[in-house]
């Protein structure tokens, strides 16, 4: 089996695993997710966050970003906006708002839109990426479209790359090629696993 092979494979077995978590344990597991991330100080301290919309069994990291928002009420919270094939960037959303292409993660956002709202990558401090399976070694499998992948390349190299994931999601070894990059850390809500 090639890498592809064993990639599709196990994007199709995590997925089934997040999905058979409860709504309770679901609730139960974001809410400890939200209190590890607001505990380190890095993100309780940044001006810059990028986040992820929850697409299907992904954990939200909602309560964070409300969180953020009580004890700082300037800082600048990120949603990734698709603008083409391959291409992401992270747009601002004030509080309050809800722009359309949050309301479907694969909606491509009008590149005049994004205009007002894009974040330079240089800026972003604390970057929350989704995952459909992560390792110990903070090797992360993602949807397949690669547009993480490719943005992580461009960041501040001071920027923290944090991993969420449910406990049962981390795997003993996520199959990785040379293209696929990894997180700095990885939080569940039991832990947190570095690099």
Not at 65 to 75: D, E, F, G, H, P
Not at 110 to 125: A, F, G, H, N, S
Not at 159 to 171: K, S
Request: proline share 6%.
């Amino acid at each position: 089996m090639d890498l592809s092979e064993q990639k599709l494979a196990l994007r199709q077995q995590m997925r089934a695993v997040r999905k058979s978590i409860t709504p309770q344990a679901r609730k139960e597991a974001e809410d400890a997710i939200a209190e590890r991330l607001f505990n380190l100080p890095a993100v309780r301290k940044a001006q810059c966050v990028a986040v992820y919309q929850a697409a299907g069994s992904e954990a939200s990291v909602n309560d964070l970003v409300k969180a953020l928002r009580l004890v700082n009420s300037s800082v600048s919270i990120g949603y990734p906006a698709i603008t083409g094939a391959g291409i992401m960037h992270f747009a601002r959303v004030d509080a309050g708002e809800f722009p359309a292409f949050l309301a479907d993660p694969l909606v491509i956002m009008d590149p005049r839109d994004l205009d007002e709202r894009r974040i330079d990558p240089q800026q972003i401090e604390i970057l929350l990426v989704p995952g459909i399976a992560f390792d110990e070694q903070c090797r992360r499998l993602g949807q397949g479209g690669g547009f993480y992948d490719r943005y992580l390349e461009i960041l501040a190299p001071d920027c923290i790359t944090i991993g969420i994931a449910f406990e049962e999601q981390i795997i003993e070894q996520v199959p990785s090629g040379i293209h696929d990059k990894r997180v700095n850390y990885v939080v569940t809500p039991k832990r947190l696993i570095t690099a």
